[in-house]
């Protein structure tokens, strides 16, 4: 025996099964407690559906409105908000520990364009061949990103070493 399907969204008409419920016409105007077989009856006089809003509340909240309208604005609330969200995506610089001046202004021109776009930046600077043997330099060079973005970004994740890099993660304010 299987159970019958469970409907999504708020209950409405015959499915709303308490015996009283507080009704709001489609006007919008509190019509005050009563009998749900009255609510469903006022309902269908106006040729729309009785639609349980608040179905936590004591008695139940139901409005009379046009159920598929319903749906569809909350659809389009929901999408609405969707746009609105923004997903912080995480980007990455990759340093040497040795880098130019000019070079550094210039990755240091694409960190200030994600920070501004929301996003998070980590900063790996790689060390190779006997590079390893002055971490010092890399920690130095990561110190200066620190102090030249303090005012845009906080530090997430502190300079670190991993492996043959050392890794920085920095967020925007």
Known sequence: MQAPPVKEGPRM?????????LLIDQHGEKQGVMPTSAAIEAAEEAGL??????PNADPPVCKI???????FQEQKKKNEARKKQKVVELKEIKLRPNIDQHDYEVKARS????????DKVKITLR???????HPELGM????????????VAKVEYEPRMEGRQMIMILAPR
């Open 13 to 21: 008409n015959e499915d709303i099964r308490v015996p009283r419920v």
């Open 49 to 54: 559906d009785l639609v349980e809003i608040v």
């Open 65 to 71: 409105l046009d159920y598929g309208k319903f749906k």
């Open 111 to 118: 960190m200030h364009r994600f920070f501004e776009e929301g």
């Open 127 to 133: 060390f190779r061949g006997r590079e390893l043997a």
């Open 140 to 151: 130095k060079l990561l110190q200066k990103v620190k102090v030249d973005f303090e005012e």
